[in-house]
């Protein structure tokens, strides 16, 4: 355990659906993270939030919206996405943004079908 | 941000050294080289990192060339446990990016 729980473990949702990515993280850490992984890819950035504001964007499609309540607390919502969505979606935190040493989740396998 | 470069694989028989290299040649004056694995379907695991100096910690030793231009990871008694893909990325406050990694294979 890193300390950073990523719900759910797998997903699979349909193009039409809705849903949410949670991540929770408990180690008083400002900086949280989006990545998404697809096969045989190396990880792709995809949201950076710093003391709950949102300081990165990676071209992202607007499907995927990101929501920062508060420095523990990160989501991921979904909607209308492809099936090249699919993807294993990782969370992370860092006591900063940038270059120090980050704890990720174990990630959530999304399926979309 | 600095780009790293390393071998898309490798084999290390089990028990030996894992020696990983990574090209870091734009790195600037400020920037950390930090390591990562990944297991298969998990998340990255943080290893270790390191300014300038070598580092050593309980899962691996960290060389830094004097021109930081390069670095080594050693795992010293690889077991079969580490078969990962292994990631070198360099950053300061910069974001932490990932590149494809040296997928290492451990073998009996």
């Known amino acids: 355990e890193t300390g950073v729980t990523q719900t759910p473990r797998h997903l699979v949702m349909g193009m039409t659906n809705k849903k949410s990515l949670k991540c929770e993280q408990h180690?008083?850490?400002?900086?949280m993270y989006w990545y998404k992984q697809s096969a045989k890819k190396p990880l792709e950035l995809m949201f950076v939030?710093?003391?709950?504001?949102?300081?990165e964007n990676n071209s992202v499609p607007s499907r995927f919206s990101p929501e920062c309540p508060n420095s523990s607390h990160l989501f991921l919502h979904l909607h209308t996405l492809q099936p090249e969505d699919s993807a294993l979606y990782l969370c992370?935190?860092?006591?900063?943004?940038?270059?120090?040493?980050?704890?990720f989740g174990q990630g959530t396998r999304l399926t979309v079908v | 941000d600095a780009k790293t470069t390393q071998p898309p694989s490798m084999d290390c028989a089990e028990g030996r050294a894992a020696n990983l290299p990574c090209n870091h040649s734009?790195?600037?004056?400020?920037?950390?080289v930090y390591w990562y694995r990944q297991i298969h379907s998990q998340g990255p695991q943080y290893i270790i990192h390191g300014l300038k100096n070598n580092e050593t910690n309980e899962m691996a030793s960290l060389i830094i060339t004097e021109d930081r231009k390069s670095s080594t990871l050693i795992l010293p008694h690889a077991t079969l446990r580490d078969t990962a893909v292994y990631y070198c990325i360099v950053g300061d406050d910069d974001k932490v990016i990932f590149g494809p990694g040296t997928s290492l294979s451990v073998i009996p």
């Open positions: 939030y710093s003391l709950e504001e949102r300081v």
């Open positions: 734009t790195i600037s004056g400020n920037e950390y």
């Open positions: 992370a935190s860092s006591q900063e943004a940038g270059g120090t040493e980050a704890f």
């Open positions: 180690l008083g850490h400002n900086a």
